[in-house]
């Protein structure tokens, strides 16, 4: 849920669903104790689009660079890559400041989003490899049989 990062946003028919959002990610205090900080693992009934205009996003700082992007469609799972989570869990939580040097933003919308012919197959930018960020997370809940 990124509402209080929304800067515009474009009502649906649907009360309670917009059609668009435009949302950034400024630079902040991050205060939070006994919590995971970074951006949460989810899925969402939205399609999201996200790019990062400078610096390092927090949830990727190696694989996502100025001027990249990425699309997750409805339902989608998602969220930081291994070496993030490894780092802010075990991380101090004393108040620090997030994103500073970084400008990410995400367009996101209740309707499905889809990429053309020519970016995934011809424009040689599309990344196979995006869903290795996240193959070495470790297993870290049990369930009793």
Request: glycine residues 6%; charged residues 20%; proline residues 7%.
């Amino acid at each position: 849920d990124p509402s209080i990062f929304t800067v515009l946003t474009c009502p649906s028919g649907k009360i309670g669903t917009a059609a668009a959002d435009f949302v950034i990610f400024p630079p902040r205090w991050s205060v939070q104790e006994h919590t995971f900080r970074p951006p949460y693992y989810h899925r969402n009934c939205m399609s999201e689009f996200m790019g990062l205009i400078k610096g390092q996003y927090e949830a990727k700082e190696e694989s996502f660079q100025p001027g990249g992007a990425s699309l997750h469609s409805v339902m989608t799972p998602h969220g930081p890559d291994a070496r993030c989570f490894e780092t802010a869990s075990n991380n101090v939580l004393k108040p620090e400041r997030t994103a500073d040097g970084t400008q990410a933003f995400m367009f996101e919308t209740s309707y499905n989003l889809t990429i053309t012919e020519w970016a995934a197959n011809l424009s040689n930018k599309l990344d196979s490899d995006y869903y290795k960020c996240w193959q070495s997370l470790k297993k870290h809940f049990v369930i009793d049989a």
